[in-house]
């Protein structure tokens, strides 16, 4: 079955994570991406973390469904390749430091007259504009700037980070959406191709919620809470009596009240004063204090099957032993089978979000360097003779 981007084109000439990321996601709903690498070196992902035979399993994950090119860039047949692929191309997706393209000889200017109907999605760490520009910057650097980083963690531990490149994958996903509406666009006759400015800070800060007014209208300056929501009561990580941790989320009017007859605290339940979130914030840690009492003297899955049957929101935090091992992940296909060479199967996540009548597909894993390259040069029209003098060259692997 053709994914819902069959059809669209896409080159990517990113590394890491931010655009391989957003490549992804093209590649795993139908479109064609392909992937230009530097000769013998390829992109560093394919190195980080756990290795299975010497390449990557984040590699497999990240590169599914990608076609690899290796060409150099810098070279001008190189160039002359890309700039083949960007003619055909519906999107071209790059994380370089501003002003890398336009050192290549593959800026917009050039690309666009080449190319009217293209979208270039440029994911930095500052833009392309502005005095930061220049600076670099990766997704860490994205989260501090854009505000995560100064309110995740305790309230007495310097700032925290989350456990997952997350700034960059915020960007990928600002990036795929920022297309996608170019893309729309141009597919329907509305205008030509177009920059898609994407930064790591900016996809961070858009995710603040309502940090700014509430600091310019009241001088209000949100900070580390740990596991509670700020200004929403009750929301929090509250302890099992089998050492481990639930989240319960009891912050609606209806919901607090179930709550709080759960776990025998009717009084609770029939205060006036906590009828209403503005109410039980102000009462955060006397409601805290209950809920931690009552989960305290129960286990994981006896406070789960109360909550469940009161139709409280709640849930355990998951490790990724409960990831694999959860049935709902398995009935939505979350966790698939991937083939890796040496004939190993491999548990890799699935597909998000669900299409009904066009779903995405993992068709390959990661592909090794180079391995489309001949496929991908015949599509430009080269002969067998012209991709041999390439590869003489060094200008392709």
């Known amino acids: 079955m053709d994914g819902p981007l069959s059809g669209i084109r896409v080159v990517e000439l990113g590394t890491l994570i931010a ?35 010497g390449t990557s399993l984040w590699w497999y994950l990240q590169s599914r469904n990608k076609k690899s090119i290796a060409i150099d860039l810098k070279s001008p047949d190189g160039r002359d390749v890309a700039l083949r692929l960007a003619a055909q191309a519906d999107v071209v997706i790059e994380n370089f430091k501003p002003g890398s393209l336009e ?46 980083r100064f309110t995740t963690g305790d309230p007495d531990s310097p700032p925290a980070r989350v456990g997952i490149s997350i700034g ?9 959406i920022g297309a996608l509406m170019s893309l729309l666009r141009v597919k329907t006759g509305q205008g030509r191709g177009q920059v898609v400015d994407v930064s790591l800070y900016e996809s961070v800060f858009n995710l603040m919620e309502s940090l700014v007014p509430e600091y310019d209208l009241m001088g209000h300056v949100r900070t580390r809470t740990g596991g509670a929501l700020p200004g929403i009561s009750p929301s929090n990580t509250y302890p099992s009596s089998d050492g481990r941790h639930v989240v319960i989320a009891g912050n609606s009017d209806a919901i607090f009240k179930r709550l709080m007859l759960v776990i025998g605290r009717p009084d609770l339940a029939d205060d006036p004063a ?30 789960l099957a109360h909550l469940d049957a009161a139709d409280v929101p709640a849930g355990r935090i998951y490790s990724v032993a409960d990831i694999v091992e959860d049935p709902h992940y398995a009935a939505r296909d979350m966790i698939l089978p991937t083939e890796l060479p040496g004939d190993v199967t491999v548990k890799m996540p699935g597909i998000a979000p669900k299409l009904s009548d066009t779903p995405g597909a993992v068709r390959w894993p990661g592909p090794t360097l180079g391995q489309h390259t001949d496929e991908v040069l015949k599509g430009l029209g080269l002969q067998a003779g012209d991709i041999a003098q390439l590869r003489t060259s060094g200008a392709v692997q």
Do not use: C
């Open 19 to 53: 655009a391989p990321f957003a490549a992804r996601l093209f590649a795993e709903f139908g479109a064609e991406v392909i992937k230009i690498e530097q000769p013998g070196s390829g992109d560093p992902l394919r190195r980080w973390r756990k290795l299975h035979q």
């Open 103 to 148: 050192k290549l000889g593959l800026g917009w200017n050039v690309l666009s007259k080449l190319n009217p109907d293209l979208t270039l999605v440029r994911i930095s760490g500052y833009g392309q504009t502005g005095p930061y520009r220049d600076r670099s910057g990766f997704g860490a650097i994205g989260e501090a700037m854009g505000g995560l």
């Open 168 to 176: 960059d994958s915020l960007a990928s996903l600002h990036g795929v």
């Open 274 to 303: 906590l009828a209403s979130n503005d109410g039980r914030v102000r009462s955060n840690a006397l409601l805290d204090a209950a809920i931690a009492a009552w989960t305290s003297e129960r286990t994981m899955d006896e406070i």
